[in-house]
């Protein structure tokens, strides 16, 4: 986003944001600043501003803005990670997991809409070595849901004539577009909407 003319002075540190250990409250300002104004529209100086600490500060835990827009990621990811696994090596079906994974992703997405966002529009713009990291995180967890589509259609319960890593694919560019259209205050909760795509997907995926 490009940077205007006049800027709208830093907001004093909110007393949520006051309350976090100094880590976190440069991860919630920078988030906030991204989310309001872009990444490269944001300065590291703004940053600490709205965080309410020095230059200092921010460069003993973090290296760069970058690895500030890194993080915002990376934790997300992690987390969503995290919750497929648990789903993928739980009990019932494959045809009963995939939908679980569906929902869930979907859930914490909508749960984490600023992040999502900011992770969407901005991630492009890290230097390569972070990129290559982040594809290859994103890959993992790519390649696990696939493996736990592949697993239906092993059972039978899913369709085999879509290549499964052609319906992941699918599913992913319509999570990746929630931020265009998601508000919070919608007529819809986030449970409605994560069940609503789960079964759009597996109603296109069962035999």
């Given at each position: 986003m490009p940077r205007t003319a006049t800027r709208v002075a830093p907001s004093p540190l909110e007393p949520d944001l006051a309350r976090l250990p100094v880590q976190e409250r440069l991860l919630a300002a920078s988030l906030r600043l991204f989310a309001q104004q872009g990444f490269e529209g944001t300065s590291v100086q703004e940053i600490v501003a709205a965080a309410g600490v020095t230059k200092g500060a921010m460069y003993h835990y973090?290296?760069?803005?970058?690895e500030l827009l890194y993080q915002i990621y990376h934790r997300l990811l992690g987390l969503q990670t995290q919750?497929?696994?648990?789903?993928?090596?739980?009990?019932?079906?494959?045809?009963?997991?995939?939908?679980?994974?569906?929902?869930?992703?979907?859930?914490?997405?909508?749960?984490?809409?600023?992040?999502?966002?900011?992770?969407?529009?901005?991630?492009?713009?890290?230097?390569?070595?972070?990129?290559?990291?982040?594809?290859?995180?994103?890959?993992?967890y790519h390649e696990r849901f696939r493996a736990l589509v592949e697993e239906g259609q092993r059972e039978g319960a899913l369709r085999k004539d879509v290549p499964a890593d052609v319906a992941v694919h699918f599913f992913f560019g319509s999570v990746n577009q929630l931020g265009t259209w998601y508000h919070r205050d919608g007529e819809l909760t986030r449970d409605q909407i994560a069940e609503h795509y789960a079964e759009l997907f597996m109603t296109a995926l069962r035999t």
């Open positions: 973090f290296a760069s803005k970058d919750r497929l696994t648990t789903i993928a090596d739980g009990p019932g079906s494959a045809e009963q997991r995939v939908r679980a994974a569906a929902a869930d992703v979907v859930e914490s997405t909508l749960s984490s809409i600023d992040e999502a966002i900011v992770s969407f529009r901005s991630i492009h713009m890290l230097p390569l070595p972070q990129r290559v990291q982040v594809r290859a995180e994103r890959r993992r």
